[in-house]
């Protein structure tokens, strides 16, 4: 008799094992979850402070240095521009640490509005050219270079804008970086709510 169970023993599990180990996938599952959580919050603080820090450095960077910047952002990435005032046009940042092209992880996503006008969002991700000039149909073609959006001015100005970055599934989140022609620069956050109805083109920026 003895024997015979403690057979059937190793061929089976036993009811309290087997919800033992449910609850070990379960308990398994939520610490999953908790750790995404945590890393998309901290990637997100982390992202958006990176971004601010580096506008407040390129306000620097014009009055010292007597140059034009200016920031293009795209779905996963953003880059920084010079102004070339010989040949009057805008040229990427290439060989500068800094204001190297950075990416921006895909678990979180941009709403960028310029001038009260969205130019790049998820749900609308149309951009406009704010430095658009007519076309010389004669000249030689050239490698297209698309310009930035937003732009900070050797004289301290810059155009008025708000990039939203965070995400709008469960438990919305965002950062908000404005800007306006005074030059003021403010980061809010993390905000609770979906920032693709929050960030508004009608809004006004103020600084108080």
């Not at 610490?31 to 959580?37: E, G, I, N, Q």
């Not at 990637?43 to 971004?51: A, F, G, H, P, V």
């Not at 140059?67 to 795209?74: C, F, N, T």
């Not at 698309?146 to 709008?168: C, H, R, T």
């Amino acid at each position: 008799m003895h024997n015979h169970q403690s057979l059937k023993r190793k061929n089976g599990f036993t009811l309290i094992e087997i919800l033992i180990g449910l609850v070990v996938v379960a308990l398994l599952a939520s610490l999953s979850v908790v750790a995404f959580s945590d890393k998309r919050k901290e990637e997100l603080e982390e992202q958006s402070y990176r971004l601010y820090a580096l506008l407040s450095q390129v306000k620097d960077e014009t009055l010292l240095r007597g140059i034009d910047i200016g920031l293009r952002l795209e779905e996963q990435k953003y880059l920084f521009y010079v102004y070339d005032l010989e040949n009057e046009k805008w040229l990427p940042l290439t060989d500068d640490e800094l204001f190297r092209e950075r990416e921006i992880p895909e678990i979180l996503e941009l709403k960028v509005v310029v001038d009260g006008n969205t130019i790049f969002s998820e749900d609308d991700a149309e951009d406009v050219d704010i430095f658009e000039k007519d076309v010389d149909i004669f000249e030689e073609e050239e490698e297209k270079i698309e310009p930035p959006q937003i732009y900070v001015l050797s004289s301290g100005e810059m155009n008025d804008f708000k990039i939203a970055l965070g995400w709008i599934d469960e438990d919305p989140k965002y950062y908000l970086i404005s800007g306006n022609v005074l030059g003021e620069l403010e980061l809010e956050g993390p905000l609770s709510g979906n920032m693709r109805d929050e960030v508004n083109d009608n809004s006004l920026l103020n600084f108080e």
